[in-house]
């Protein structure tokens, strides 16, 4: 019983395998070197727009630190 439970999980995992490797071969492939080129155009064209390459106005930054004075004293 215990060897037919196993071998029938074993079969299911396999054909799980087989249906996932199906799906990733209808994927449309793409050379690496496309895709770099991409990459970099983009990183590119929206450096501008990107906060870690340009400084944020620090009145405009919503992590700052702010500064609270004391009203009492």
Do not use: G, H, W
Request: glycine fraction near 0%.
């Amino acid at each position: 019983m215990y060897s037919s439970a196993k071998k029938e999980n074993e079969i299911q995992e396999q054909q799980r395998v087989v249906q996932q490797l199906q799906r990733e071969s209808k994927c449309e492939r793409i050379k690496v070197s496309r895709c770099a080129t991409d990459l970099m155009q983009y990183c590119t064209e929206n450096q501008t727009q990107d906060p870690l390459i340009i400084k944020i106005p620090a009145n405009d930054n919503p992590f700052r630190e702010r500064r609270s004075t004391c009203a009492i004293l």
